[in-house]
């Protein structure tokens, strides 16, 4: 993989493949707003002024703070975004997940996932808005 579409940190795995922002997480993260903005000016670096659809795989999460979550919906979280599809463990997280979109409504398309497959399937439409 070309070292200009792909970052790392000690909390997050970022790479750009055909068109698609992929994240990965370190196991067992536990994501405050200070993570949350970290990684947020670490994947604005690497996607350098373009836009893309975004999977993120959010299995190895262990929790994310409020007020984390309160951030990611907006301003500098979403810019240069065209969609979100989130994978996520199992239903329950996927119902826990969707009351907070209806809480903190994000800006962009965003839908949460148990399988990567049919998440980046929703993400093909949202590829040419970039």
Known sequence: MNSTNFFENQFTIMW???GILYVTYQPSLIVTEEVAKICVQDRLKLCD???YPMLADGRTIKSFERNARSYLSTGDAI???TAGAFVIKNQIE???GNAFFTINRPKVPAKLFTS???ALIWLQYF????
Do not use: A, P, Q
């Open 16 to 18: 750009i493949k055909d």
């Open 49 to 51: 002024g373009k836009s």
């Open 79 to 81: 810019r240069g975004l």
């Open 94 to 96: 996927k119902f826990m």
């Open 116 to 118: 990567e497959d049919e």
């Open 127 to 130: 590829k040419h808005l970039n």
